[in-house]
Nanobody, 117 residues
């Protein structure tokens, strides 16, 4: 099983960024994927969840309206798009697979997103 994320991104405040997480080695539609992020010096922050089978999503209240999760079953890839970026969005963004009854069993390698003018 592998979750491979896209590379580092640098954006200006107010812009958008889209990070990908390509899954392999398992049936893509059988497991939910969470997105979490970690800002410098902070703990992990849960952003939300997507069900790749039907595209159903759940967002943490902090991100509702500014974050969008999508899934492409043809490429076994999930995406997170964050709009109206601000400096506080500077963080490493991770995707993680959820194993029912266990928790996170596989993680992407992380994608650094830096928001700076």
């Amino acid at each position: 099983v592998q979750l491979v994320q896209s590379g580092a991104e640098l954006r200006n405040p107010g812009a958008s960024v889209k990070v990908s997480c390509k899954a392999s080695g398992y049936t893509f539609t059988s497991y939910y994927i969470d997105w979490v992020r970690q800002a410098p010096g902070q703990g992990l922050e849960w952003m939300g969840r997507i069900d790749p089978e039907d595209g159903g999503t759940k967002y943490a209240p902090t991100f509702q309206g500014r974050v969008t999760f999508t899934a492409d079953t043809s490429t076994s890839t999930v995406y997170v798009e964050v709009s109206s970026l601000r400096s506080e969005d500077t963080a490493v963004y991770y995707c993680a697979r959820i194993r029912p009854g266990y928790g996170y069993d596989y993680w992407g390698q992380g994608t650094q997103v830096t928001v700076s003018s």
